[in-house]
Nanobody
């Protein structure tokens, strides 16, 4: 069974940092593109960051550029999201996702596997 388990969420003050991790099992991660999405109350899931089969190519949502960094360690089946300069509007549940789809990495419908999410709360 494919499992994606997020960890590292919590409460942080604005301007602070958090590092989220996603532990992947049940698939060979190197064959999948990985991404982080987030969902705040009343909103749909928003693309946060994505990484192709290696760390060579990464993608970020507009508001995340320069603040967040995604990375992957295929040997350890781990995906990380380093979040810096956090803002209250970053408050959301963050989800790890995986896809073998060759479509656009930001397309949410292409992601077949999802974690249960980890809560990130940024206080002002």
């Amino acid at each position: 069974q494919v499992q994606l388990v997020e960890s590292g969420g919590g409460l942080v003050q604005a301007g602070g940092s958090l590092r989220l991790s996603c532990a992947v099992s049940g698939l060979t991660m190197k064959n999948y593109r990985m991404a982080w999405f987030r969902q705040a109350p009343g909103k749909g899931r928003e693309f946060v960051a994505g990484v192709e089969w290696s760390n060579t190519q990464t993608y970020y949502g507009d508001s995340m550029k320069g603040r967040f960094m995604i990375s992957r360690d295929n040997a350890k089946n781990l995906v990380a999201l380093q979040m810096n300069s956090l803002r209250p509007e970053d408050t959301a549940v963050y989800y790890c996702a995986a896809t073998s789809d060759l479509g656009h990495i930001k397309t949410i419908s292409g992601y077949l596997y999802w974690g249960q999410g980890t809560q990130v709360t940024v206080s002002s």
